[in-house]
């Protein structure tokens, strides 16, 4: 049983390690408290050197419901349950409110493709800060997800990566968000270490962590 217990930590280390270099030392009790300080304060603050992102006073919103939209989707609005039939066209015809428009330098996009594609065709706000209505809405209308799912993931979406008192979340950076330490790309939110296709956070000179590495992944 012991020795079962000591190669799990082992492998528990094994990814922390490689995130964070530091780790190894304090498991194996080396380095003394400035050092490991100083290590983790130069690893977390990476990210402040990461580039900029774009901050916005007021929040656009999502193109707003028309005759169109959600009556030739599932028809769910206002975060509640749509039809659930999907083989709809997307965007639907004649639906030139969701037509796609090529995000600009002030938009904000991240690493989920799904909810980039909702941002460019204004399924959800095209500068990138959504809410949890938007994101109900769009999973249903364009996704077909069961409202079930839906609510799940967009309730966790924002808990975890947003802000939960005003129900906004940021698909990217923390973008125009007042909480600090939000956004999907923020470390260990969408994206954690040990990833198939995404630099390990300590391992990236920026603090990139939730870019695609065509390198790694095509290894």
């Keep these: ?25 304090i498991a194996n009790g080396e380095g ?3 050092e490991i300080s100083e290590a983790v304060t130069s690893t977390l603050s990476k990210r402040a050197d990461g580039g900029t992102c774009p901050v916005h006073v007021l929040r656009k919103g ?24 999907g083989g709809v066209l997307v965007p639907a015809k004649g639906d ?11 938009d904000v996009r991240g690493p989920c493709p799904g909810l980039n594609t909702l941002a460019n065709h204004n399924f959800i706000s095209h500068d990138g800060q959504t809410t949890f209505t938007e994101m109900v809405d769009a999973a249903q ?27 906004t979340m940021s698909i990217g950076c923390a973008g125009g968000l007042p909480k600090s330490g939000t956004g999907l790309q923020t470390h260990n939110k969408f994206e954690a270490d040990a990833s198939l296709a995404r630099t390990d956070y300590a391992l990236s000179p920026t603090g990139d962590a939730y870019t695609v590495n065509g390198t790694l992944f095509g290894e």
């Design 32 to 34: 003394n408290a400035a």
């Design 1 to 25: 049983m012991r020795s079962l217990t000591s190669l799990s930590l082992a492998a528990a280390v094994i990814p922390l390690s490689s995130a964070y270099p530091w780790a190894l030392n």
């Design 96 to 106: 030139t409110a969701h037509a796609y428009v090529k995000p600009s330098a002030s």
């Design 62 to 85: 999502a193109a707003p419901y028309s005759d169109v939209y959600p009556s030739k989707y599932t028809g769910a609005k206002n975060g509640l349950p749509g039809t659930g039939k």
């Design 141 to 167: 209308n364009v996704y077909n997800w069961k409202y079930d799912l839906a609510t799940f993931v967009a309730t966790v979406g924002v808990a975890q990566d947003g802000d939960p008192l005003t129900q």
